[in-house]
């Protein structure tokens, strides 16, 4: 399964990053639960995420004897624009104006990292322990 999700900022205006990865939305909220603190920036966050997974594919592909795969692809800065879009109108409006084809959108606030989506109606915490179902 892959998770296409987007992380905005909700403590500032105008920053956030998408990300493309394999695994489950679970693993990806609990990753972002366990990196946030209310001191770290979203640039902080975004570049621990990626050098976390990084590692992790490296790891997984010299265990496997592939090629590392492109990494770049996997995480995008996002435009103040598209932040506000997603903020405002969510992941319809997003694919709608921009073509950002997301399943959820995670929102790191002052008291926690929170998560909405397709499947996931209702803005909700992300727990310390997450299942495919939340």
Known sequence: MSTRAVVIDSR????????????????????LRNLFSKD?????IFNELVQMRTE??????????????????????????QVDVAKKSGIEALWDRFRIGAQ?????????????????????????RETIRG
């Open 40 to 44: 770290k920036s979203i640039e902080q």
């Open 104 to 128: 959820y959108i995670y929102r790191i606030r002052q008291d926690g990292v929170f998560v909405s989506g397709v499947e996931i109606p209702k803005l909700r915490r992300v727990q310390a």
């Open 56 to 81: 992790r594919t490296r790891q997984i592909m010299a265990r496997a004897g592939y090629p590392m795969p492109n990494m770049n692809n996997k995480f995008r800065i996002l435009t103040p624009e």
């Open 12 to 31: 500032v205006d105008g920053k956030g990053f998408w990300v493309y990865e394999d695994g489950y939305p679970a693993d990806l909220g609990v990753t």
